[in-house]
C-alpha cells in the first residue's frame, strides 16, 4: 500500500492511469522492487483507495499504476479520540504506533501535571511531528485508508473542553468504580479516551475531569504502563463494538 495526494485519486477511475512518484514511488521502486504486473493499492489518507497494478516502471523513483477499482470507505463510526499523556523517551512514537494500528482516529498529546517527558517550545514542532510520522508509518502497515490526525499539544483546559465536546468520555484510573469493560460505545458520535501519564493523575485533574463530564474507569487488576495502557483500552471498547463488527463484515478487520 502506498500514500499518494488526495488529488491524485480525487478524479481516478478504473481503466485510468495514475503516476506514483516522490518518496513512495522510490520506495515502491527501489526498495519493494515492484515490477509491472504486481498489484498494489494506493490511499489518500481520507478514505480514498484505488486498487490496481504496476503498468510500467518509468525510473528508480516512479512508476504508473493501472487503476481497476476506486471506491471511497466511509470514516469509522464512534470517532475515537485518545488524549495520550507525553510518555518518556521513545514510548511516545510507540503509543502512536499502537494506537493507529487499533485504528485510533485522533490522537492528542497532552502536557499532564506529572508528565517526566515536557515538549520544550523550542521543539515542539519537532516532537509533534515524529509523532505524525509514526502516525503515518503505522497506517500504511495497518492498511488504513483514513489516517489519525495528531492534534497539537494540549493543555489541561483543552483536554477538559475536549471531555465537554465528546459524546462519552473515559478516564483511565487505577481506583475507577467501574470497569472498562462494562462500558458501551454508542454507534456514532466522538467517544474520548483519557491516558494519564507514568507520574499518575493529579486529584485536580481527576476531579476537574469528572466536573467536566468524564467516567472515571479502571482496567484491571495490573496498572499498565502509559505508552501501551491506550491501545488495551481502546481494544477492549472496540471488541464487543459494532465498529468492528462492520469492519468484520466488510472484509477490513486485521
Request: charged share 25%; proline share 6%; aromatic share 4%.
Given at each position: 500500500?502506498?500514500?499518494v495526494p488526495?488529488?491524485t485519486?480525487s478524479?481516478?477511475?478504473?481503466?485510468e492511469s495514475v503516476?506514483?512518484?516522490?518518496p513512495?514511488g522510490r520506495?515502491?521502486v527501489s526498495?519493494r522492487r515492484?515490477?509491472a504486473?504486481?498489484?498494489?493499492?494506493l490511499?489518500d489518507g481520507e478514505?480514498?483507495?484505488?486498487?490496481g497494478v504496476?503498468?510500467?516502471?518509468?525510473?528508480?523513483?516512479?512508476?504508473?499504476?493501472?487503476?481497476?477499482?476506486v471506491?471511497?470507505?466511509?470514516?469509522?463510526?464512534?470517532r475515537?479520540?485518545v488524549?495520550?499523556?507525553l510518555?518518556?523517551g521513545?514510548?511516545?512514537?510507540?503509543?502512536v504506533e499502537l494506537?493507529?494500528e487499533?485504528?485510533?482516529?485522533?490522537i492528542?498529546?497532552?502536557?499532564a501535571?506529572?508528565?517526566v517527558?515536557?515538549w520544550?517550545?523550542?521543539?515542539?514542532?519537532r516532537?509533534?511531528r515524529?509523532?505524525?510520522d509514526a502516525?503515518?508509518?503505522?497506517a500504511?502497515?495497518a492498511?488504513r485508508?483514513?489516517?489519525?490526525?495528531?492534534?497539537p499539544l494540549?493543555?489541561?483546559?483543552d483536554v477538559?473542553r475536549?471531555?465537554?465536546?465528546?459524546?462519552t468520555?473515559?478516564?483511565?484510573?487505577?481506583h475507577?468504580?467501574e470497569?472498562i469493560?462494562?462500558?458501551?460505545l454508542?454507534?456514532?458520535g466522538?467517544v474520548?479516551?483519557i491516558v494519564?501519564p507514568?507520574?499518575?493523575l493529579t486529584e485536580?485533574?481527576?476531579e476537574a475531569?469528572?466536573?467536566a463530564g468524564?467516567?472515571?474507569?479502571?482496567?484491571g487488576?495490573?496498572?499498565l504502563?502509559?505508552?501501551s495502557?491506550?491501545i488495551a483500552?481502546?481494544?477492549a471498547?472496540?471488541?464487543?463494538s459494532?465498529?468492528?463488527?462492520l469492519?468484520?463484515?466488510q472484509?477490513?478487520g486485521?
Open positions: 500500500m502506498f500514500v488526495a488529488a485519486l478524479d481516478a477511475s478504473a481503466g503516476r506514483l512518484d516522490g513512495e520506495h515502491a526498495v515492484l515490477t504486473g504486481e498489484r498494489v493499492d490511499v478514505g480514498r483507495r484505488a486498487t504496476i503498468a510500467e516502471v518509468v525510473d528508480r523513483s516512479s512508476a504508473v499504476v493501472l487503476v481497476q477499482s471506491h471511497a470507505e466511509d470514516p469509522p463510526r464512534p475515537i479520540v488524549v495520550q499523556a510518555p518518556k521513545d514510548r511516545g512514537e510507540l503509543a494506537l493507529t487499533v485504528g485510533v482516529d485522533e492528542v498529546p497532552w502536557a501535571a506529572n508528565c517527558t515536557r520544550r517550545p523550542d521543539r515542539v514542532d516532537s509533534h515524529r509523532w505524525g502516525a503515518l508509518a503505522a500504511k502497515q492498511r485508508s483514513w489516517f489519525p490526525l495528531i492534534a494540549a493543555s489541561t483546559a477538559l475536549i471531555i465537554g465536546s465528546a459524546d468520555s473515559l478516564v483511565l484510573h487505577e475507577g468504580h470497569r469493560a462494562a462500558s458501551t454508542p454507534d456514532d466522538v474520548a479516551v494519564g507514568e507520574g499518575g485536580d485533574e481527576l475531569m469528572s466536573a468524564a467516567q472515571i474507569v479502571r482496567m487488576p495490573t496498572v504502563r502509559t505508552s495502557a491506550g483500552a481502546v481494544a471498547l472496540l471488541a464487543p459494532r465498529r468492528w463488527a469492519a468484520d463484515e472484509g477490513m486485521g
